[in-house]
Antibody, heavy 120, light 108 residues
Framework: QLQLVESGGGVVQPGRSLRLSCAAS????????MHWVRQAPGKGLEWVAL????????YYADSVKGRFTISRDNSTNTLYLQMNSLRAEDTAVYYC?????????????WGQGTLVTVSS | EIVLTQSPATLSLSPGERATLSCRAS??????LAWYQQKPGQAPRLLIY???NRATGIPARFSGSGSGTDYTLTISSLEPEDFAVYYC??????????FGQGTRLEIK
């Protein structure tokens, strides 16, 4: 069955970097748009970034543009989020999410999330 | 950026009752609106996409409607497992893809 498993979260100091990974299985990863969506503690959902099925197109929320980089490796079915210059307001659970077929920008499957805490 | 405003913030109902949740957009989203359910400690789950299409495995008691700037998620008869937070999300004008702030559906 379809699975998305995030990893790489943890506690990091402001200004430092962290790389999240999302291992995908149970579907043809290379055929789908993929996203990162985050949720600060006790808050709502915030879309972070999108990458096209072949990695040729990437889009970001203004709040992370220039600091975060989304990428994918279709040979290993893995999605990444490189997060640089982290700030306290980046503290959140980060979910990877699969884009719905033919409608890439709604999310039909989600991982369990990985918590990133930015604190000194 | 399209802003989505959900109402009410909290809805208190009993099992068996009908729930009506609203999502208003700051400009037309041309029916490109989805709904998600999130329970505590869990990831969101897609319920409805493009206004009225139920996602795979979603019970028929969940339905969506709307057009232009105003959209509704209706749960026809609440089951105990339906009490959760619900989010709307638009994909009409992006980036950014945006979500509403959520409606908490609680047991009365």
């Amino acid at each position: 069955q379809l699975q998305l498993v995030e990893s790489g979260g943890g506690v990091v100091q402001p200004g430092r970097s962290l790389r999240l990974s999302c291992a995908a299985s149970g579907f043809t990863f290379s055929s789908y748009v993929m996203h990162w969506v985050r949720q600060a503690p006790g808050k709502g959902l915030e879309w972070v970034a999108l990458i096209s099925h072949d990695g040729s197109n990437k889009y970001y929320a203004d709040s992370v543009k220039g600091r975060f980089t989304i990428s994918r490796d279709n040979s290993t079915n893995t999605l990444y989020l490189q997060m640089n210059s982290l700030r306290a307001e980046d503290t959140a659970v980060y979910y990877c999410a699969k884009g719905l077929a033919y409608i890439g920008n709604s999310f039909d499957s989600w991982g369990q999330g990985t918590l990133v805490t930015v604190s000194s | 950026e399209i802003v989505l405003t959900q109402s009410p913030a909290t809805l208190s109902l009993s099992p068996g009752e009908r729930a009506t949740l609203s999502c208003r957009a700051s400009q037309s989203v041309r029916k490109s609106l989805a709904w998600y359910q999130q329970k505590p400690g869990q990831a969101p789950r897609l319920l409805i996409y493009d206004t009225s299409n139920r996602a795979t495995g979603i019970p028929a008691r969940f339905s969506g409607s709307g057009s232009g700037t105003d959209y509704t998620l209706t749960i026809s008869s609440l089951e105990p497992e339906d009490f959760a937070v619900y989010y709307c999300q638009q994909r009409s004008n992006w980036p950014p893809i945006t979500f509403g702030q959520g409606t908490r559906l609680e047991i009365k």
